[in-house]
Structures are given as C-alpha cells and as structure tokens.
C-alpha cells in the first residue's frame, strides 16, 4: 500500500505573479467558555518558477505559535498550539485565510476498502489517436477485474468544469492545470483515474505529474503517426484546420510535444495499429508490475 502522503498546504495558484496580497488583522473566535481561539494570518505564499510553461505556487511553511509549555493538540483536524490555541491560516494565489483540514480517514483506509492504489493513467498523443477509445477500453477491462476507475475525458470536462475555457494558449494550460488537479483528488479517493487529453506541452504534463506523490502518475503516450491520425479524422477537425478554419490546431499548426520519459509508449508495428484491448492490456500489464492492483 501507498503511505499516506502529506497535506499539500498549496494545491496549486495558476497565476504567474507573485502573490502579495497581504492577510487581514487577527480573527477572533471564541469557544465556549475557554479561552479565545485566534485564526492568525499567515505570510503570503510566493510563486515559484519551475520548468518552463509551469504556473503552480509554492508556499513558505507556515509556522504555528509555540505554546509556553509546548504542549500542542488538534482541532478539528488543525495542529493547534497548546496554551494560546493559534491556528496558522495561508494565501493562496487570491484566496487568504484559508486552513488546511486533515480528516482521520485518509488515502490509506480507502486503498485498503478498495483493494488498490490510487493513481493517474494520463493518456497523451495527437487528436485522433485513440485516447479516448483507450480510456474506455482500460475503465472496461479494468472494471470487469473489479477495480473502481474513473475517466476524465477532454472534450467532457469542457461541457461543464472547463467550459468558461477558450483553445487560446493561456486557456489551454488552465485546462490542463484544472484537470490535474482534479486527477489528484481521484488519486488521493483510491481510484484509478483515467485522463485523456492531448496536452501537447511537456510543461504542463509536467507540472501535474508533479502533484502526485510516489510514482503515481502514469503517462501513457500514444505515438500514433499524424498521417494516421488526419486519415481517422474522428471529428473532422484535421480537414478545417487545412481549410484555415480552425486556428492553433495541433498538429497541423501549433505544436505537439512528446514526452521525454513517460512510462508507457503505444505505438503502431508496421503500419498496424493495436486493437482498443490490446492497448488496455499494456497499461493493464504495467499497472500489475507495479503493484496498484491488488488481490
């Protein structure tokens, strides 16, 4: 089993400026008839660079007050100094005083209910190169050995979370932070969780591998040929970016980047390409060796 990994104090800001919006003054909460219990302001968190394309903000560590006899104990889930009784809340990007809560039954206690390890299969490659049809194909195989999965489909997530989000280039590393980020709470939940996107910049495929703890993200790329891909043509969508209709389009005339070092490549032999089965038999394969799927 996966140890418990650590409460993230930032889950990611999506900005690229530092973030300085200072606290507000103290706030006071009483309990009953004890002593108050202040909330205090923590220092704003800044925003670090990393790989290039990459927008996640990495907080300074936020510090509680020692208590004089360094007694400390937990309020709902908060480390509290003893004697004072100072929660330490924190800003990130633009939200300010906000507090982490710990819940007593974490990643650990629903891999043991589910019999697996969470973890991310992020499916990348060229519109038209089957990841979808993957996705769905692994979730059925996967399924059907009495496994929980869940897949987070591209176009899907644009009908509802991401439907305020353009194809401009800013929107679509939103889109992928977004995503990410809701791949990691599927990961944290116990399950199996099946994105497929095309997520053509190595940046930001980067940038959510790096929320997810001890090898948990499994990039699976499907180095299907762009001639292939523009022949299958699911949606139409190769033939408008010749016309000029569609602009930025990837592969014809925005980039693709493939991944350097993903940890599954899926690819045709001779012109052939795998069958929907065979494709979720290999990440299948792969998921056992590592030990996310369980007896």
């Known amino acids: 089993m996966l140890a418990k990994a650590p409460p993230r104090p930032c889950s990611g800001a999506g900005g690229r400026a530092p973030c300085t919006r200072p606290g507000p003054a103290l706030l006071a909460v009483r309990r ?41 104990r937990h309020v709902n889930g908060s480390a509290v100094a003893g004697g004072n009784g100072k929660l330490v809340t924190s800003t990130v990007g633009k939200s300010t005083n906000i507090l982490w809560h710990d819940c007593p039954i974490g990643q650990h206690e629903r891999q043991k209910l589910l019999n697996q390890k969470g973890c991310v299969v992020w499916i990348t490659g060229l519109s038209g190169s089957g990841k979808s049809t993957l996705a769905c194909a692994l979730s059925r195989e996967l399924h059907s050995r009495g496994h929980l999965t869940y897949v987070l489909d591209g176009d899907n997530l ?22 990410g980020e809701v791949t990691k709470l599927f990961a944290d939940a116990g399950l199996i969780c099946i994105a497929c996107l095309i997520s053509p910049f190595r940046s930001d495929r980067n940038a959510c591998r790096s929320l997810l703890p001890n090898s948990t993200f499994i990039e699976v790329f499907l180095n299907i040929p762009l001639e292939i891909c523009e022949a299958r043509d699911p949606k139409g969508l190769y033939k408008l970016a010749r016309a000029g209709k569609i602009k930025g389009f990837t592969g014809i005339d925005d980039p693709y980047e493939p991944p350097s070092d993903c940890e599954i490549v899926i690819q045709c032999k001779d012109g052939n390409c795998p069958a929907p089965k065979s494709m979720a038999d290999q990440v299948i394969s792969y998921l056992e060796a590592n030990s996310f799927l369980q007896d």
């Open 32 to 72: 009953g008839q004890g002593a108050g219990l202040k909330l205090v302001a923590a220092r704003p968190a800044t925003v670090a660079a990393a790989a290039a394309g990459e927008r996640r903000a990495v907080p300074e560590p936020a510090t509680t007050a020692e208590a004089k006899d360094g007694e400390r």
């Open 158 to 179: 644009r009908h509802g979370l991401n439907r305020d989000l353009s194809f401009e280039a800013e929107d679509r590393a939103e889109n992928i932070r977004r995503v």
